[in-house]
């Protein structure tokens, strides 16, 4: 049962523009969300976290958007950049708990 | 600072012959420590999780096994290997209960022929 579900397999964006890669899940109790960015043959780096109680979560280009009453996180890029080509795996906890669940994952392809 | 490491990089065993990757952490003590691993167009799916040494929960059945025999240090183990155990296998590990960012090592690729 995919509890953190990420739609769109694949996004082409150009070199500048903005990049929005988008997260739904269903499990209620879920209230601290993360980005990662993944290169192939690679482990998963952190790039962004959000808790339950903000909206919105920037960190210089990158800026995370959560709408609880959609369960609904979504992830902005801008501008993007060539190097941010990989795949993105959104994920989400409850406090009680202590392992993520994954998305399968949005592969983002930025080109020049 | 914290670090992870996680060894070998890259196997290629036969159907039923036994694995064992192992995973160590430093810099931290009593980590939350984890197995992932990443099949084909599936995503990361939880194996095991350990809150301490010789605590061990499995997330789902299957053909292989963990052990936290230190306390920063964490082993995946199959005693006969299957094909369908080719993938991309991760460990990570995290600070605490809940809320917390996990960090992942560089992953183990594993073909299984």
């Known amino acids: 049962d995919q509890q953190v579900k990420q739609n769109s397999p694949s996004l082409s964006v150009q070199e500048g523009r903005i990049s929005i890669l988008n997260c739904d899940y269903t499990n209620s109790m879920f209230d601290y969300f993360l980005w990662y960015k993944k290169y192939p043959a690679e482990g998963p780096t952190f790039l962004i976290s959000i808790s339950s109680i903000k909206d919105k979560n920037e960190d210089g280009r990158f800026t995370v958007f959560l709408n609880k009453s959609a369960k609904h996180l979504s992830l902005h890029i801008v501008p993007s950049q060539p190097g941010d080509s990989a795949v993105y795996f959104c994920?989400?906890?409850?406090?009680?708990?202590?392992?993520?669940?994954f998305g399968k994952g949005t592969s983002l392809l930025v080109t020049p | 600072s914290q670090t992870i490491h996680q060894w070998p990089a890259t196997l290629v065993q036969p159907v039923g012959s036994p694995l064992s990757l192992e995973c160590t952490v430093e810099?931290?003590?009593?980590?939350?420590l984890y197995w992932y691993r990443q099949a084909a167009g599936r995503g990361l799916q939880l194996l095991f999780y350990?809150?301490?040494?010789?605590?061990i929960s499995s997330e789902v059945p299957q053909n292989l096994s963990a052990s936290r025999p230190q306390d920063r240090q964490f082993i995946l183990s199959s005693k006969k290997l299957l094909l369908s155990d080719s993938g991309f296998y991760l460990c990570?590990?995290?600070?605490?209960?809940?809320?917390?960012?996990?960090?992942f090592g560089e992953g183990s690729w594993l073909t299984v022929v």
């Open positions: 994920a989400a906890s409850p406090n009680s708990g202590y392992a993520l669940n």
């Open positions: 990570a590990w995290s600070g605490g209960l809940g809320g917390n960012t996990i960090y």
């Open positions: 350990s809150v301490g040494i010789g605590q």
């Open positions: 810099g931290t003590s009593n980590p939350n």
